[in-house]
């Protein structure tokens, strides 16, 4: 679905690297720990036993974020998961408007359903 949070696209968020946070490794756009945490994301949603075991990632991390960032970033990322995949089952999460503007008056009758 394209969503994005009109909040952060008013704070600058540009539209060709919404499209591309995706190719996040690739197109430069990216801090180091900015890449570290899509990455914790992509393999938590897809292999999270495989990133438990992987020393030499967790030693990036580790150099690039405390302890209680980590727990709040592996918090996060669980929590919005969790919610996603309860929004589906109880097929409700198409019910909720979603702004596709970075300024929500300009359509804000706007819904997405997916």
């Given at each position: ?50 990133l ?15 302890d ?47």
């Amino acid at each position: 679905m394209d969503t994005r949070s009109a909040s952060a696209m008013q704070q600058g968020l540009e539209e060709d690297l919404y499209h591309r946070v995706s190719e996040y490794e690739e197109i430069g756009a990216f801090t180091v720990p900015e890449k570290l945490a899509a990455e914790m994301a992509e393999r938590f949603v897809f292999d999270h036993v495989a990133l438990k075991d992987d020393e030499e990632y967790w030693e990036k991390v580790k150099e690039n974020f405390t302890d209680q960032q980590i727990l709040e970033l592996l918090a996060l990322i669980g929590f919005c998961l969790g919610m996603g995949r309860l929004l589906a089952v109880l097929d409700i999460a198409n019910d909720c408007p979603v702004n596709r503007t970075a300024d929500p008056d300009k359509d804000p009758t706007h819904y997405v359903h997916g």
